[in-house]
């Protein structure tokens, strides 16, 4: 099946793959092959009791701004979901 790019750079495969996630790996030579996934979560027994686990950036950057990203999700759980805040936005510029 061959698929073009349109204007707004996304491809549209079919309804039938709607909601599906694909593996994209990009070969050396640029061609593209998308692959459809299943993932499946794996439960790690006994991780809550490792007290050697290395921190990754992802946690020590979350330790740095803990303080932060909990003042705003404070400050998120008031305001309704931005798809609400837009149509309002439309319905006031009428």
Not at 27 to 34: A, F, L, P, S
Request: hydrophobic letters at 35%.
């Amino acid at each position: 099946m061959r698929k073009e790019v349109g204007a707004s750079d996304q491809t549209s495969l079919s309804k039938k793959y709607a909601g599906q996630l694909f593996d994209l790996q990009i070969m050396d030579d640029g061609c593209r092959v998308m692959q459809a996934v299943r993932v499946m979560p794996v439960k790690q027994e006994g991780a809550a009791h490792c007290t050697n686990k290395a921190s990754t950036p992802v946690d020590d950057w979350a330790r740095q701004y803990a303080v932060d990203i909990d003042q705003y999700n404070a400050w998120a759980a008031g305001r309704p979901p931005y798809s609400q805040r837009v149509r309002q936005w439309r319905a006031d510029r009428r």
